[in-house]
């Protein structure tokens, strides 16, 4: 009798709705900056605005605590793989290194979106992202035009192989060497790393050695923004030198009102999270998807802050979405 009501189920439930049903894993590259937790309230959104239309979408937002340790994110991935999770939206930490996991997961019938930095692969169904590049190029341009094309200029970097910083490490001297040739590049070469401590402590040396010939900063994310920030504090230099920040955040915003950063180039990280997620499940669905989407960056200095465009990158409601 049991099984006679089973097949009379199975008869009249419609067959679409186990496929409506995904089991997503979403893995960014850290899990402390604010940056992190505004794709994952956006990976929320997304989540609970795919539930209104049918859609059941279980989330799973895991990554590694600190963003220098590929080991984990590797680790991470591959766990997700041996779950057998329905897809996969991943910011790999190091262009090379997760280019194996993904290419694994892909084999194994496990779509991959890949957000925010991208991986040396075909493998991906697709890429959604800030043009960091073009961020780059604007933070120069910014700058230069504070400087009134002179002076000495410090660019500090993240780590190497996070394709997202170097893409804007690139686009930033592009457009310096380009077109601003009265300003000369004292150091372009130092690397924050993962932490705003190991950012405030690379900023301190810099500091020690060019603080006083430096009229220009640019530093490519938000901890390498923040280290600086705590560092030029630290030497009196705040609001003196001419600051330009990748990102935002409650430390950085807090540097803008105040008049201690100049202007920061900004990506919309919550709208990366809610592509992210609602690409993947487009992929899921079989439909056709870009294969590079584009998420936006602009630039916010204090006249502009409070602008309502402004408001979900500056002001994102992460409570709404990650209580």
């Given at each position: 009798m049991k099984?006679?009501?089973f097949l009379?189920c199975?008869?009249v439930?419609?067959?679409?709705?186990?496929a409506?049903s995904?089991?997503i894993?979403v893995?960014?590259k850290?899990?402390?900056?604010?940056?992190?937790?505004?794709?994952n309230?956006?990976?929320?959104?997304?989540?609970?605005?795919l539930a209104t239309?049918?859609?059941?979408v279980n989330?799973?937002?895991?990554?590694?605590?600190k963003e220098d340790?590929?080991?984990?994110?590797?680790?991470v991935?591959e766990?997700?793989?041996?779950?057998?999770?329905?897809?996969?939206?991943?910011?790999p930490?190091?262009?090379?290194?997760?280019?194996a996991p993904v290419?694994m997961a892909?084999?194994?019938?496990?779509p991959?979106?890949?957000?925010d930095?991208?991986?040396?692969?075909d493998a991906p169904?697709?890429f959604?992202a800030?043009d960091?590049?073009?961020?780059?190029?604007i933070a120069?341009?910014e700058l230069?035009?504070?400087?009134?094309g002179?002076g000495?200029?410090?660019?500090l970097?993240?780590m190497?192989?996070?394709?997202?910083?170097?893409?804007?490490?690139e686009?930033?001297l592009?457009?310096?060497?380009?077109?601003?040739?009265?300003i000369?590049?004292?150091s372009?070469?130092q690397?924050?790393?993962?932490?705003r401590?190991t950012?405030k402590r690379?900023?301190?040396n810099?500091l020690?050695?060019?603080?006083r010939?430096t009229?220009?900063?640019f530093?490519?994310?938000?901890s390498?923004a923040?280290?600086?920030?705590?560092a030029?504090?630290?030497a009196g230099?705040?609001?003196?030198?001419?600051?330009?920040a990748f990102d935002s955040g409650?430390t950085l915003?807090a540097g803008?009102?105040?008049?201690?950063?100049d202007?920061?180039?900004?990506?919309?990280?919550m709208?990366?999270?809610?592509?992210?997620?609602k690409?993947?499940?487009?992929?899921?669905?079989?439909?056709?998807?870009?294969?590079?989407i584009d998420?936006g960056v602009g630039f916010v200095?204090?006249?502009?802050?409070?602008?309502p465009?402004?408001?979900?990158?500056?002001?994102?409601?992460?409570d709404?979405?990650?209580?």
């Open positions: 099984s006679l009501v009379l199975a008869l439930l419609p067959a679409a709705s186990a409506e995904y089991k894993a893995i960014p850290g899990t402390t900056h604010e940056f992190w937790k505004s794709i309230a956006g990976a929320v959104k997304a989540q609970r605005e239309q049918g859609v059941n989330l799973i937002w895991k990554g590694p605590l340790d590929r080991e984990q994110q590797i680790q991935v766990n997700f793989i041996a779950q057998r999770v329905s897809g996969i939206v991943l910011a930490l190091d262009r090379r290194g997760l280019v290419e892909v084999r194994g019938r496990i991959v979106v890949i957000i930095s991208g991986v040396e692969s169904a697709s959604v800030t960091n590049r073009e961020g780059g190029r120069a341009r230069g035009r504070m400087l009134g002179k000495n200029v410090i660019m970097r993240l190497v192989g996070s394709a997202s910083t170097e893409q804007r490490e686009g930033f592009e457009v310096m060497k380009a077109d601003f040739p009265g000369r590049l004292l372009t070469d690397h924050a790393g993962s932490t401590d950012a690379a900023a301190e810099l020690n050695r060019f603080g010939q009229d220009g900063i530093a490519c994310n938000e390498s923040a280290g600086m920030l705590l030029l504090r630290d230099l705040a609001g003196k030198v001419k600051f330009v409650e915003n803008l009102l105040a008049g201690d950063i202007g920061m180039v900004v990506q919309n990280p709208r990366m999270g809610y592509l992210g997620v690409t993947m499940v487009a992929v899921l669905q079989g439909k056709k998807v870009e294969p590079v998420t200095t204090r006249e502009n802050f409070h602008a465009e402004m408001a979900e990158i500056v002001r994102p409601p992460l709404e979405y990650l209580k």
